[in-house]
């Protein structure tokens, strides 16, 4: 197989390994992610917590969705568990590592879904902040953040709390259904 091939199916690999949250603060991609208040009371982390549970995405320029603020540590069990409530099933999870990355990822292989075409990837990181300083150079466009990588479909970038997830995919009910998995993480 000639390398030009392998190319963008390691980069659509890659990009589905980044799968556990978006980015950002500021202007660029970390407009949407919340903060942890870790000093808060527990009724004060509560309210807050409610407050963004109903947050839902929003679309990025490009059409990379990014949630709304969310809070909290998620397991990446949580998430799995969330992409069910939406009616994707995880048929295997491999290890992933990306280079622009500092931490091991899971690949997530959904059923019914070709791995080929679309690619998820997730992240999770030990806590918001780590995330936020490891991917917060990623900005609403993808294609400018990570030219290097030839896209199999359009790329999607999401995070809330600790997760980074990364989707690739043009698949309308997917990108749905992930950004939803995501908003909705309790």
């Given at each position: 197989?000639?390398?030009?091939?392998?190319?963008?199916?390691?980069?659509?690999?890659?990009?589905?390994?980044?799968?556990?949250?978006?980015?950002?603060?500021?202007?660029?991609?970390?407009?949407?992610?919340?903060?942890?208040?870790?000093?808060?009371?527990?009724?004060?982390?509560?309210?807050?917590?409610?407050?963004?549970?109903?947050?839902?995405p929003s679309e990025g320029?490009?059409?990379?969705?990014?949630?709304?603020?969310?809070?909290?540590?998620?397991?990446?069990?949580?998430?799995?568990?969330?992409?069910?409530?939406?009616?994707?099933?995880?048929?295997?999870?491999?290890?992933?590592?990306?280079?622009?990355?500092?931490?091991?990822?899971?690949?997530?292989?959904?059923?019914?879904?070709?791995?080929?075409?679309?690619?998820?990837?997730?992240?999770?990181?030990?806590?918001?902040?780590?995330?936020?300083?490891?991917?917060?150079?990623?900005?609403?466009?993808?294609?400018?953040?990570?030219?290097?990588?030839?896209?199999?479909?359009?790329?999607?970038?999401?995070?809330?709390?600790?997760?980074?997830?990364?989707?690739?995919?043009?698949?309308?009910?997917?990108?749905?259904?992930?950004?939803?998995?995501?908003?909705?993480?309790?």
């Amino acid at each position: 197989m000639k390398a030009r091939h392998i190319v963008p199916l390691i980069a659509a690999l890659a990009l589905v390994g980044l799968l556990a949250a978006a980015c950002g603060e500021g202007s660029d991609a970390t407009a949407g992610s919340a903060t942890e208040s870790s000093g808060a009371s527990t009724e004060a982390r509560a309210a807050e917590e409610d407050s963004t549970r109903s947050s839902a995405p929003s679309e990025g320029n490009n059409g990379n969705t990014r949630t709304a603020a969310g809070a909290g540590l998620y397991t990446l069990d949580e998430f799995v568990s969330a992409l069910g409530d939406y009616g994707l099933r995880v048929e295997a999870l491999d290890a992933v590592r990306q280079p622009f990355l500092s931490i091991m990822g899971a690949h997530l292989r959904l059923t019914g879904v070709n791995y080929l075409k679309h690619g998820l990837g997730v992240y999770v990181y030990p806590d918001e902040a780590t995330r936020i300083e490891d991917s917060s150079w990623l900005g609403d466009d993808l294609y400018q953040s990570l030219p290097l990588i030839e896209w199999i479909a359009t790329p999607h970038l999401y995070a809330r709390g600790n997760l980074l997830v990364f989707l690739v995919s043009d698949d309308g009910g997917l990108v749905a259904a992930v950004a939803e998995a995501v908003a909705t993480l309790p």
